[in-house]
């Protein structure tokens, strides 16, 4: 065997090409893409023949040492040279046979000339004994390949450890450069590196994606370590912007790019939404409530519809989602978001609302390292309404009855009052409830094939009874690369839910659990003596249905709720030619809900029957995407890259409904519908598909002048059949100013960078068949015969089919400015943008006489929004105690520009505050106006005794005044006007990070300023409920400031109660999240990777007048769009405190 | 080499394949169906026809021949009483606007008619079925939009004509232009329409379609053509009057040959219902109904005590019992064929007012109470009764100077109520008599109103009923512009072909 061979045998021409070779591995390792190497003319022409059917390893290699002219060069201990093999080979190239022999094995070859370089997956995978022994360590590295030098002289082995500033384990795959050469390494898992240099002037280059690059001179020493920091200014340098990343330098568009440290990751965050929310400038993030696991609703950049969906296009890992995102929150790698037109016209008519694009985490090379994080808590109500006793309650209420009426009869009468009870509600219905999340994940890799695996469970009791939401989630990455040119991979995330659903559905009142809880008298009992559930009844109701007691409300009917959901998508990609790479994906997204509902008699709507329904439904959601991208050699100071694809996706939904009344028992529960004497089923599907060609180009001159150039076709089947087909364009450019000359030598200015940027998008989120002229059956049946009915087919009279049909369109203008200043200690982006929507879809009437349709969806709106944007990050403090800040601030502005005719959109709510209180229209959208806009009548206290108040003449004391806003001397309807609105003035976040060696604190401050919210909670229990009731007029309070009579149910004929009094100013700061953690020094714990622990606390304080629960909620509460009913606070779920304890560990 | 060249090629093919993807985009639909391919079998024509019949009962609860044209067609009358809120309702006293719920919800309701006519009469045209059959479903579709453009012009009067044939917007066309269109309809439709033994009475029958003529006719006071369409119905020999007068309205007789066109109610409520009992049954009634249609007591009053039509109203007396399940709700029963309530509870300390109104038990379907919905008495929503076509003769024969012929005819139906028949009556009298009849037939079955306007005298006895309810009211906003109702202001709004002077 010529393993024994000298180096300096080996001729000077091919250390050049081993040199060479050893660059393009650092750049392919560093991509993550390592393999075979190019081959050469010589082991491209010679052929080996063998026929070994029993031999060693050794004698094969000793054999096709012995027919050619190639020698091997590997490290015994890596490689076993005593592996038996079997090789039947006839004039086949060296790779063939190389690639039989080493099949199944982890070793790897690297074929340079005539030189055969034997090393095993893993680079690093050095024997750790070797350490010890630098001389005898170096020669064997030698003979793997892995180490190589310049010159073969004056050896000086230096060896060290790479951390970061931020963490005391190890940084992997750091490049480590001898400065001026190609001479290198990189560290391996434990950050540790080897490198022999030529003498004590060597200059080391560390550098690292995301870390500020070093160069450290060997001097005398043996062993160099080193922490990097990390690179504030581009914490992430790569930004993914759809069908591809670019550097950030070369970003032309608005994108906010987040990783795990800019986002929120609290206990009570389940979703990406929640992580996001006071994060990014001009995305606003709300909820109708505090429930687990309940849905929020993304803004980014205002509204820019009112019929449809204001919601982002969520992408995870490249895949269009059809709705929302269900994840780990702990499976985010990072979060980029489109904000700009230049940069969502890529995804065309789903790019107007903004896109999320959510990156998970991806496999890394070298050894599994398992990993678990886990925290378990409490959350506490943020109870801030004060409720009246029973005694204040009962005497405030008996004089608001005698005040109304003349009966004589109290409301409550002796007996009543003597029933003792006085019981706290909200409390008998809350609790402080447990939370917790156990994530344990593993990461590996070869040079072949990556892998991430996680295991989520997380489990949520709801503060409120019966309200628990449990998830259970795994994730699988992997991926593999084939051959030399493809790569393969596949994503799945897979997630079961489990909740127990409190009723707050729209609808019928009496659903709502939190208004019986909330309304229920303090006189009753929740619970008898016994144990059991109260029933006492008032002397008013004596021999009537039984009292629905709200704590039987909450923990006695079944009401669970399930979801299952699977995406998953495979892909591959294939290096035609050099710069030109195809990608194919295929995937998909499934869901199925299952609610099953049981409510015995009493609890039920109706109080009468029981009621049980199961609710199914699935949403599927099939893609396959192919693109091309390439990027041809140019002309120095020159680069392009062009990518095109197109994509194909379907979605479908499907439901079925059971459901009963009047069952013979409630035990059998839900599982039993064909019991009940009343059976109703209804069953629904529906399909929608989109296919799309896109295109995109960057083109950079001398790093300064940059442009991006976009295009996409959509082409979508629920358009009209005349505009199936939309064009979105976009263009953008930028100038990096700071690279100009005369901003070279400035010490303030180190990132200056403005972008200008033009775009098209749509919104199609408009249902499937819209367009249609579709026939169904009838809802009326009609009966020829008179003993039975039949329903007909034929189409509704309402919706008339629009053949012409077609996105919103939105152009977009945006402004940007990126800048970095002294070194980078201060830097941030300022944005201003203006948006146009035209072609906005709007419900217009029709003549129905002429057209037999009362309504149809045309494009016929306009709408604008303009807004600036400032994110600013600054490292404060650098040294051993560290703080760094980062802020963002949001300002938009919505208006109504055009809207069919002159004809205001009215918003109406879905159902009364109170029972006999009406159904009051709270918004109408007019040309001119703002989405948010709420709509009323002008509140002016209470008519005094001998008082006249003109405008109101059969007002009596007591009674509420309200502004005769129109000046006509009478109050009626016409006297409503703008008074307030539910979009914000301007949104904000802070965020400020201490360090001190192991300790870090995080305080994350949020704030929303300048919106109302039509506090109808406040409506509902403010009448006799809450200590505002205390202070309404009556015959014994004549100095009350409420009104006694009338008001809330607008009995006494004037005004109503959407007035300014329950519309209230929501502006609020909240310290959103507080964390302190601690990072054990885990070196002296071989088996110990890291190891931290941290408590939070979430919610702690907020700031605010608002008089409701939460000034966050905006529930969304219309028939028309989620967006344009926005801004009622209902009786949603109550907002809580957490704190959490934690811990995570890697091994 | 190959390898990429094949891969090459490939992803070439699959884009080429996205590309010729315009049939890909069409939508596919599952739980509906589209209009263009939906229709192709006798089955479906079947079910085409059906969805025009049931929109005759509109598209929402209560709405156009389930409830809201009884009111708008019997409020604004002599007779007619709203006890909802002390007579405030402005159909009952004549303040309606432009935008009111009952005549919007028939103009919106009466056009779903027109609409679904059209649409079917279209798709018929295209269908590849039998040409007798097509034939026959034809000329229900035709019956079916005269029966709505007959309710829209004499509500309405001049009202837009849209026969499907054009799209965008339309101005309003004359009544006449109505008329005749309703008569070219109907004439076409008879031949083709089988008789009361095939089609019975919940669907276009040849009887149906003349006496729709007829009825017309009267309306537009072609009072021969009027006569003779009354008689080509009792020509037929189809139809007869059914011996009492007070049982013909129980749901055991909706498919009597008396009835010449109904909408059924098959009593099982939600969804196949109409909404007289609810309407015009008094709310105290036992599960009764909201009671805001009733008739007044001085029309009550004029009934001959031997007249058998008084039974099917309840003369207004309430108890002060108490149902014994539902406290607070005053229990009454109805006994069929007597008309006063009888109180339940027999303790003495009950007292009894008189109501100064009575309630309607023509609707409640024979039953003497109802155990659990209104909805479900199953009683028919009359569009033509035989006594009907026998008065629209009477009336005809009687405009021309056949008095005799009139009285003959008139008879027919007095006899059936108990009464005798009257004789010796000239043009005058018997105009006056007819005009009675006419109220104490057909009371609180939709024709009131259009009675009235077509005598002359609406506008004075609706005025004089009033001021006998509400003594010292002033009903001066009620003069002859109140003969009709206004096209309903969303209408106007909406078609660019209407100004407000349309109003």
């Known amino acids: ?1147 | 080499m190959k390898n990429k060249i094949i891969l090459i090629c490939t992803l070439g093919l699959l884009l080429i394949s996205m590309i010729s993807c315009d049939d890909k985009l069409e939508e596919n639909v599952y739980s509906e169906l589209l209009a263009s391919n939906g229709y192709t079998t006798v089955e479906d024509a079947e079910s085409l026809i059906t969805s025009v019949y049931s929109s005759l009962k509109g598209n929402d609860w209560g709405t156009y021949y389930e409830m809201s044209l009884l009111q708008i067609s019997e409020l604004p009358t002599d007779y007619g009483q709203d006890t909802w809120s002390g007579g405030s309702d402005p159909y009952e006293i004549g303040t309606w606007g432009n935008n009111e719920q009952y005549t919007n919800e028939v103009w919106v309701g009466a056009y779903a008619v027109v609409a679904s006519a059209n649409f079917a009469l279209s798709v018929l045209e295209g269908m590849n079925i039998d040409d007798q059959i097509r034939a026959g479903y034809i000329a229900e579709a035709k019956f079916l939009r005269a029966l709505a453009y007959y309710d829209l012009t004499f509500n309405f009067k001049d009202v837009i004509l849209n026969l499907g044939e054009t799209t965008g917007d339309l101005a309003v066309s004359p009544q006449a232009d109505i008329i005749a269109q309703i008569i070219k309809d109907l004439t076409e439709a008879a031949p083709d329409l089988p008789g009361y033994a095939t089609n019975g009475v919940g669907r276009a029958t040849k009887g149906a379609a003349l006496g729709l003529r007829a009825k017309t006719n009267l309306n537009a006071k072609n009072w021969d053509t009027a006569a003779a369409d009354a008689k080509a119905v009792m020509d037929l020999g189809e139809y007869d009057l059914f011996p009492s007068a007070t049982e013909i309205f129980y749901a055991s007789n909706k498919t009597d040959n008396e009835w010449v066109f109904a909408i059924h109610s098959d009593g099982s409520g939600a969804g196949a219902e109409t909404q007289l009992s609810w309407f015009t049954l008094d709310g105290t009634y036992q599960n009764g109904g909201w009671g805001n249609l009733v008739v007044t007591d001085e029309f009550y009053k004029t009934f001959d005590t031997d007249d058998t039509r008084r039974n099917n109203m309840a003369n207004g007396y309430q108890d002060g019992g108490q149902n014994e399940t539902s406290p607070g709700v005053f229990e009454y029963h109805v006994i069929p064929g007597t008309p006063e309530y009888t109180a339940l509870s027999t303790d003495a300390s009950v007292s009894i007012s008189d109501l100064d109104y009575a309630p309607i038990t023509k609707h409640t379907g024979g039953q003497n109470r109802f155990d659990s919905d209104p909805a479900k008495s199953g009683v028919n929503y009359a569009v033509l009764r035989y006594a009907d076509i026998l008065l629209i003769r009477a009336e005809a024969l009687n405009e021309t100077n056949d008095q005799d012929g009139a009285m003959t005819v008139l008879n027919i139906v007095r006899d059936r109520a108990g009464l005798t028949g009257l004789s010796g009556l000239n043009q005058v009298d018997l105009r006056a008599a007819i005009l009675e009849e006419r109220a104490k037939e057909l009371f609180m079955e939709g024709h009131r109103r259009v009675d009235l306007v077509r005598s002359g005298k609406h506008i004075a006895l609706w005025k004089a009923g009033l001021e006998g309810k509400y003594p010292g009211g002033n009903f001066s906003n009620i003069d002859e512009s109140k003969s009709y109702y206004p096209i309903p202001q969303s209408e106007i709004d909406a078609n660019s072909q209407l100004t407000p002077d349309n109003n």
Request: zero cysteines.
């Open chain 1, 1 to 1147: 065997m010529k393993k024994k061979h000298n180096e300096e045998k080996i001729a000077p021409h091919i250390i050049t090409k081993i040199v060479r070779v050893m660059r393009i591995t650092i750049l392919l390792i560093t991509l993550g893409i390592m393999n075979v190497m190019a081959s050469n003319s010589y082991s491209q022409k010679a052929k080996i023949s063998l026929n070994i059917t029993d031999a060693s390893l050794e004698t094969v290699l000793d054999e096709i040492e012995n027919q050619s002219e190639f020698y091997f060069l590997f490290n015994q201990k890596l490689i076993d040279a005593n592996r038996k093999v079997r090789l039947n080979a006839k004039n086949q190239k060296i790779e063939k046979v190389l690639e039989k022999l080493f099949d199944g094995t982890n070793v790897n070859y690297v074929v340079f000339d005539r030189q055969i370089v034997l090393t095993t997956s893993d680079p690093t995978a050095v024997p750790r004994e070797l350490d010890s022994n630098a001389s005898g360590r170096n020669s064997v590295l030698k003979k793997s390949g892995l180490q190589l030098q310049g010159k073969l002289n004056d050896d000086k082995v230096i060896t060290g450890t790479v951390t970061s500033v931020e963490e005391t384990d190890g940084l992997p795959g750091v490049n480590v450069l001898l400065k001026g050469t190609s001479i290198g390494t990189i560290t391996d898992i434990n950050g540790r590196f080897s490198l022999n240099v030529p003498d004590e002037n060597s200059i080391l280059v560390f550098s690292s994606v995301g870390f500020i690059k070093q160069e450290i001179i060997v001097g005398n020493r043996a062993t160099i370590d080193i922490s990097l920091k990390a690179d504030i200014t581009a914490l992430k340098e790569v930004v993914v912007v759809g069908y591809g990343t670019v550097e950030k330098k070369d970003l032309t568009g608005a994108v906010v790019s987040l990783d795990k440290e800019d986002m929120t990751m609290g206990a009570s965050v389940s979703s990406a939404a929640q992580m996001l929310q006071g994060r990014a400038a001009g995305v606003e993030v709300s909820r109708g409530d505090s429930k687990p696991g309940g849905e929020l609703s993304v803004v980014i950049r205002g509204y820019n519809s009112i019929s449809n969906s204001n919601e982002p296009l969520y992408v995870v890992d490249g895949f269009p989602m059809s709705a929302g995102v269900s994840i780990n929150p702990s499976d985010i790698e990072s979060i980029d978001i489109l904000k700009d037109a230049s940069a969502s016209a890529i995804y065309g008519s789903r790019g107007s609302s903004g896109v999320v694009l959510i990156t998970t985490k991806k496999g890394k090379r070298g050894e599994v390292r398992v990993s678990y994080d886990g925290y378990a808590g409490v959350q506490k109500i943020n109870n801030t309404v004060e409720f009246l006793n029973w005694n204040d309650y009962s005497t405030n209420r008996n004089q608001l009855y005698a005040d109304d009426n003349n009966d004589g009869n109290p409301w409550y009468n002796a007996a009543d009052l003597a029933i003792g009870n006085d019981t706290d509600w909200l409390k008998e219905g809350t609790r402080n409830a447990g939370i917790q999340s156990h994530t344990v994940g593993a990461t590996g890799g070869d040079e072949t094939t990556r892998f991430s695996l996680s295991l989520n469970s997380f489990r949520q009791e709801g503060i409120l009874l019966n309200t628990d939401f449990n998830r259970t989630s795994i994730r699988l990455n992997v991926d593999r690369k084939f051959g030399k040119n493809a790569n393969v991979g596949m994503n799945i995330y897979t997630a079961k839910i489990d909740a127990l659903g409190a009723s707050n559905r729209p609808g019928f009142r009496s659903n709502s659990d939190m208004y019986r809880l909330l309304r229920a008298e303090p006189g009753r009992a929740a619970y008898n003596d016994d144990g059991t559930l109260g029933t006492t009844a008032f002397s008013r109701e004596q021999g009537g249905p039984p009292w629905v007691n709200p704590i039987g409300r909450l923990t006695v009917p079944d009401r669970d709720q399930n979801q299952f959901r699977t995406y998953a998508n495979i892909w591959a990609d294939y290096k035609i030619l050099d710069g030109l790479i195809a990608k194919i994906s295929v995937g998909f997204d499934n869901t199925a809900n299952t609610n099953s509902t049981f409510e015995p008699a009493i609890y039920s709507a109706g109080g009468s029957e029981a009621y049980g329904a199961i609710s199914e439904s699935k949403n599927e959601n099939y893609i396959v995407e192919g693109t091309v991208s390439y990027t041809p050699e140019m002309s120095e100071g020159h680069t392009l890259n062009v990518l095109a694809g197109a994509s194909d996706q379907k979605f479908g939904y499907r439901s079925f409904d059971a459901s009963g009344n009047g069952f013979p028992t409630d035990k059998t529960s839900y599982n039993n519908l064909a019991s009940a004497s009343v059976q109703n089923i209804a069953s629904w599907r529906s399909e929608n598909r989109i296919i799309s060609f896109f295109g995109r180009a960057n083109y950079s001159f001398q790093d300064k002048y940059l442009l991006t150039a976009t295009l996409r076709a959509d082409g979508a089947s629920q358009m009209g059949a005349n505009n199936k087909w939309g064009t979105f364009p976009s263009a953008s450019v930028a100038w990096r100013i700071s690279e100009e000359d005369f901003l070279n030598a400035s010490n303030l200015i180190d990132n200056l960078k403005l972008r200008v940027a033009y775009g098209v998008t749509g919104n199609n989120s408009f249902s499937a068949y819209t367009a249609l002229a579709r026939v169904s059956p009838t809802e009326k049946q009609y009966s020829f015969d008179g003993s039975s009915s039949v329903s007909g087919l034929g189409p509704d009279g309402r919706f008339a089919p629009n053949p012409d049909l077609k996105w919103e369109t939105s152009n977009m203008l945006n402004i940007g400015l990126d800048f970095g200043l002294w070194g980078s200690r201060l830097f941030g982006a300022v944005e201003a943008y203006k948006t146009q929507t035209v072609d906005m879809i709007i419900d217009k009437s029709l003549s129905s006489a002429s057209t037999g349709y009362s309504v149809i969806r045309a494009n016929i709106g306009e709408m604008s929004n303009s807004g600036i944007e400032l994110s600013l990050g600054g490292n404060i403090i650098d040294g051993d105690f560290k703080w760094t800040a980062s802020g963002n601030f949001s300002k938009n502005q919505n208006e109504i520009v055009k809207l069919d005719r002159d004809a205001p959109i009215v918003i109406k709510l879905a159902r009364e505050p109170v029972s006999g209180y009406g159904q009051e229209a709270y918004r109408e959208m007019v040309s001119g106006g703002q989405m948010g806009d709420f709509f009323g009548y002008t509140y002016a206290g209470v008519v005094q005794v001998g008082e006249t108040y003109g405008p109101q003449p059969l007002s009596k004391p007591g009674e509420a005044k309200y502004m005769d806003v129109n000046g006509d001397g009478v109050l009626d309807a016409d006297d409503r006007s703008v008074i307030g609105n539910a979009t914000p003035d301007f949104t904000w976040g802070l965020n400020n990070r201490f360090a001190y060696k192991g300790f870090t604190l995080n305080v994350f401050f949020q704030g929303v300023q300048g919106n109302d919210l039509l506090n109808l909670r406040g409506v509902m229990i403010d009448e006799l409920r809450s200590a505002k009731a205390a202070d309404r007029y009556t015959s014994a309070n004549t100095s009350g400031t409420r009104p006694g009579i009338g008001y809330f149910d607008g009995r006494n004929g004037y005004g109503g109660y959407v007035n300014s009094e329950f519309i209230e100013d929501a502006s609020y700061v909240r310290l959103k999240n507080v964390s302190l953690s601690y990072r054990f020094d885990t070196n002296a714990v071989s088996w110990l990777g890291n190891a931290e622990v941290y408590v939070q606390a979430e919610n702690l304080m907020t700031f605010t007048n608002y008089s409701g629960f939460d000034p966050e909620v905006s529930f969304n509460y219309s028939g028309v769009s989620q967006s344009s009913g926005r801004g009622v606070d209902d009786n949603g779920f109550p907002n809580y405190k957490t704190y959490t304890i934690g811990l995570r560990l890697g091994f």
